[in-house]
């Protein structure tokens, strides 16, 4: 594996870990050298030297085995000298069952960064090669210190950081840019719909998710209002039939789920004001007080989600860049319990069962693109 430099930002192939020097580093490359293929040479190279070591292993116990053939030779009537040979023959005989098998077998990759965690303690956080279906190598960063009360071993699945003017958004994601704030939210759409991105697991089994997603308000997002509306303004009530499916866009804000079928993970929700009642309280928050939304909230749902606002007492079709959503921070006069919810800003689940599910994260609105949308601009998520 490698080292990261970070004066020169190149990568060396010289330990076990490409180690981070601030928080920001993500992966190794740099145009000459630590690129994925020049660790693999690396790796390559190691094995042809691994090789080499066990021959001249071999060579040194054939000429000890030699040599005390030429001792029982010479000995044939110490019958104290032969015992001794032989218990040493027997001795070098282990040893050479041991290197067979050590070479034989050959010391694979690791599957994951818990397995990382489990053999090495004290591995620090950094990109590993991971071993994934069978053959193949994957590179990813392994967070070894405590994420969501859990302690090290993470795997990381999904990464983006926008910030990062090299950063672009996922494919199908509309790019937002104000006030130096870039976001990727849902593609164009007159009517209800969802942008999603997937992210394989690459085989690695796990039995907990733990994430944060950074976004911001556009418009007029009503968290899981439920009631029906006939585009693009005319409220008529009832129940929207989308509001309890979770394949539809049942939510104004983002969705995280597992596998398919979808199995929830985590909502964020995006409210559409925080500081005072809207509509009598169908476009507030569901933990805002005076909301209705707090008995809509969908039983796939339950309790798993945050949710905030970006405005404060009134809204504009603008991205309101000054308070972010989901960081609890800069919350409104009725978001105080929004912005005290367990974890916040980090996600947690921890499930009974294993799987090796994809993670998919969906930003999504119920009505058209125009009048609402909570587009990201960071997210990670990991797993173990």
Request: hydrophobic share 30%; with cysteine; net charge negative.
């Amino acid at each position: 594996a490698v080292t990261l430099d970070a004066a020169s930002s190149t990568c060396t192939a010289a330990v076990s870990t490409c180690i981070e020097s601030n928080a920001t580093c993500t992966y190794c490359h740099s145009s000459n050298e630590g690129t994925p293929s020049s660790v693999a040479e690396e790796l390559l190279r190691r094995n042809a030297k691994g090789i080499e070591a066990t021959n001249q292993k071999m060579n040194g116990l054939i000429a000890s085995v030699s040599e005390i053939k030429n001792t029982i030779t010479s000995n044939t009537k110490s019958t104290l000298a032969n015992a001794r040979a032989i218990r040493e023959l027997l001795e070098l005989m282990e040893d050479l069952i041991a290197l067979h098998n050590s070479s034989t077998s050959s010391s694979p990759l690791p599957t994951s960064c818990q397995e990382i965690k489990n053999k090495e303690p004290n591995s620090p956080s950094g990109v590993y090669a991971l071993a994934v279906n069978d053959s193949d190598i994957t590179y990813a960063y392994c967070h070894m210190g405590e994420l969501c009360s859990s302690g090290g071993g993470w795997t990381r699945l999904a990464y983006l950081d926008m910030t990062d003017s090299k950063e672009i958004c996922p494919s199908g994601f509309k790019l937002y840019q104000s006030g130096g704030v870039r976001a990727c939210g849902r593609a164009y759409n007159a009517d209800a719909s969802c942008t999603s991105v997937q992210f394989p697991s690459n085989g690695i089994s796990y039995s907990q998710v733990c994430g944060r997603v950074t976004g911001y308000q556009y418009a007029t997002p009503d968290a899981v209002q439920h009631g029906l509306w006939q585009n693009p303004q005319h409220y008529v009530g009832g129940t929207d039939p989308k509001h309890n499916n979770i394949n539809k866009a049942y939510v104004d804000g983002v969705s995280i789920t597992r596998g398919s079928p979808r199995q929830h993970v985590w909502t964020l929700m995006g409210g559409v004001l925080g500081s005072r009642i809207a509509h009598d309280g169908r476009y507030n928050c569901p933990c805002s007080p005076g909301s209705t939304q707090s008995s809509f909230v969908q039983d796939f749902v339950k309790n798993n989600y945050f949710c905030e606002s970006g405005a404060g007492t009134s809204t504009s079709r603008i991205l309101y860049t000054a308070d972010p959503l989901w960081d609890g921070q800069g919350c409104g006069t009725l978001e105080t319990a929004c912005c005290s919810a367990p974890g916040l800003p980090w996600f947690h689940r921890n499930y009974t069962t294993t799987t090796t599910d994809y993670i998919e994260l969906r930003v999504c609105g119920d009505q058209e693109t125009d009048d609402e949308d909570t587009p990201v601009s960071f997210y990670e998520i990991y797993v173990k």
